[in-house]
């Protein structure tokens, strides 16, 4: 089976969330919240098991750029200058099913 890959990704300011559909007809909607404290960047996550840094304050958070990285991934810029994760598409499948 392959994996589901994005159909389409809208970045609302006005619900600061991530609409994101993919082939597999699922579609879900990711709070720019979540996005940034769950960021895969090492910054968050440490460099190993049981690193992982809580991130809050991040309610407000905003996203002023996406860039895509290779076919695999997006790169998100946030308005506080966080902008080290690569959110794979299936980070990003993963983190659409956790905000259900």
Known sequence: MSRPWPEKLDFS??????HARFDDGE???????TLRVESPSAEVQGHGAGQKKIVTGKENVGITAAEPVGRYAVRLTFDDGHDSGIFTWDYLYA?????R
Do not use: N, Q, V
């Open 95 to 99: 983190l659409g099913e956790a905000a």
């Open 27 to 33: 579609s879900f909607s990711i709070p720019f919240e």
């Open 13 to 18: 300011s006005t619900d600061k969330a991530l």
